[in-house]
């Protein structure tokens, strides 16, 4: 039975929680926030720490799950690595990527653990079954990607936790909290983006720093061309929409569902995925694959699993929307 710890105590560890829980030969076995009246939360038989160095010294967990907010997310791992743990990060592995690329020679410097990141939708069945054509040849090149993020985040989300409204905490809004995801697939699926031209700007009234809605144009290395864009200014949260364009063929995701489009417009169905319970349902329901693939590289000393190195590129494709929106210009990746 392998042991698992998770660091922050917050929304998204119970995404981890459900993972851990839904894996045979893992076992939840601590807890760790520096509220201690969460304490009163954690499920029965679990430990409470609020100090993380002596939760690690004394359950000696064979992996830590960070879920902390993103600025702790490269120095506490540091810190982790540093004690001998293996250490399961949640996105975004850094809020730049002068800090991402740190993290990645981090992971490097020590071979003896493993650090993996939690871009889960690079799992999804749909995501596979696309990579597998797009790599196959069979309809050609890629030509056109469109990738699309229609979600909400009213006021109470970015006042019930202050920092994902900051600049200096958070590193960002919608890009890098919510569409993050989405902008990491259209590379992993198409290939390099060599240049874009972005506008980032925020269409609600809640006073946070933060963007809420991007517009990207993308000129990919191979040729294509690309669009991306996020918001968090919808009036519900639907699903994540990507479709890409191959010279013999279109292909659409959504709704965990992969389609072939017809002349026509009909779909026709390729892989209809799990869809998540719950009204997390947009999220797409890959966390257990993924934690899953990670813990077996662990048990099997493997690199079979997403590592640190995999997601610096989508926080460079970050910085550099950031950077085309602040010149108003079409700018190298």
């Given at each position: 039975?392998?042991?698992?710890?998770?660091?922050?105590?917050?929304?998204?560890?119970?995404?981890?929680?459900?993972?851990?829980?839904?894996?045979?030969?893992?076992?939840?076995?601590?807890?760790?926030?520096?509220n201690?009246?969460?304490?009163?939360?954690?499920?029965?038989?679990?430990?409470?720490?609020?100090?993380?160095?002596?939760?690690?010294?004394?359950?000696?967990?064979?992996?830590?799950?960070?879920?902390?907010?993103?600025?702790?997310?490269?120095?506490?791992?540091?810190?982790?690595?540093?004690?001998?743990?293996?250490?399961?990060?949640?996105?975004?592995?850094?809020?730049?990527?002068?800090?991402?690329?740190?993290?990645?020679?981090?992971?490097?410097?020590?071979?003896?653990?493993?650090?993996?990141v939690?871009?889960?939708?690079?799992?999804?069945?749909t995501?596979?079954?696309?990579?597998?054509?797009?790599?196959?040849?069979?309809?050609?090149?890629?030509i056109?990607?469109?990738?699309?993020?229609?979600?909400?985040?009213?006021?109470?989300?970015?006042?019930?936790?202050?920092?994902?409204?900051?600049?200096?905490?958070?590193?960002?809004?919608?890009?890098?909290?919510?569409?993050?995801?989405?902008?990491?697939?259209?590379?992993?699926?198409?290939?390099?983006?060599?240049?874009?031209?972005?506008?980032?700007?925020?269409?609600?009234?809640?006073?946070?720093?933060?963007?809420?809605?991007?517009?990207?144009?993308?000129?990919f290395?191979?040729?294509?061309?690309?669009?991306?864009?996020?918001?968090?200014?919808n009036?519900?949260?639907?699903?994540?929409?990507?479709?890409?364009?191959?010279?013999?063929?279109?292909?659409?995701?959504?709704?965990?569902?992969?389609?072939?489009?017809?002349?026509?417009?009909?779909?026709?169905?390729?892989?209809?995925?799990?869809?998540?319970?719950?009204?997390?349902?947009?999220?797409?329901?890959?966390?257990?694959?993924?934690?899953?693939?990670?813990?077996?590289?662990?048990?099997?000393?493997?690199?079979?699993?997403?590592?640190?190195?995999?997601?610096?590129?989508?926080?460079?494709?970050?910085?550099?929307?950031?950077?085309?929106?602040?010149?108003?210009?079409?700018?190298?990746v």
């Open positions: 039975m392998m042991r698992a710890a998770i660091l922050g105590f917050g929304t998204i560890s119970i995404v981890h929680i459900d993972a851990i829980a839904s894996n045979p030969g893992m076992e939840l076995v601590a807890i760790c926030d520096i201690e009246e969460l304490a009163a939360k954690v499920p029965e038989g679990v430990k409470f720490y609020t100090d993380y160095k002596k939760m690690v010294e004394e359950v000696k967990p064979d992996v830590v799950h960070n879920c902390l907010p993103h600025y702790l997310h490269y120095p506490v791992t540091k810190e982790l690595v540093e004690m001998g743990c293996n250490v399961f990060c949640e996105k975004p592995i850094a809020l730049n990527t002068t800090e991402a690329e740190k993290f990645a020679a981090l992971e490097a410097a020590h071979p003896e653990v493993k650090i993996g939690c871009l889960q939708n690079r799992m999804n069945e995501t596979e079954a696309l990579k597998a054509i797009i790599d196959s040849g069979e309809y050609g090149k890629v056109g990607v469109r990738g699309f993020v229609p979600w909400r985040r009213d006021e109470s989300y970015y006042r019930s936790q202050p920092w994902r409204g900051s600049w200096k905490l958070a590193g960002g809004g919608s890009m890098i909290n919510q569409s993050l995801h989405t902008l990491d697939l259209l590379y992993f699926l198409c290939g390099d983006i060599a240049k874009l031209h972005a506008v980032v700007g925020q269409t609600n009234e809640y006073g946070i720093e933060v963007e809420g809605d991007i517009i990207a144009r993308l000129e290395a191979n040729g294509a061309n690309g669009l991306f864009f996020a918001t968090n200014n009036w519900t949260n639907e699903s994540v929409q990507i479709r890409v364009a191959m010279e013999k063929g279109i292909f659409h995701i959504e709704d965990n569902t992969l389609y072939k489009v017809n002349p026509d417009s009909s779909r026709e169905v390729i892989v209809r995925a799990p869809r998540l319970e719950g009204i997390k349902f947009y999220y797409g329901a890959s966390h257990t694959r993924l934690v899953a693939r990670f813990y077996k590289a662990v048990a099997e000393n493997t690199d079979d699993f997403i590592h640190i190195s995999d997601g610096v590129m989508v926080v460079k494709l970050m910085d550099t929307i950031f950077r085309s929106a602040n010149t108003a210009s079409l700018v190298e």
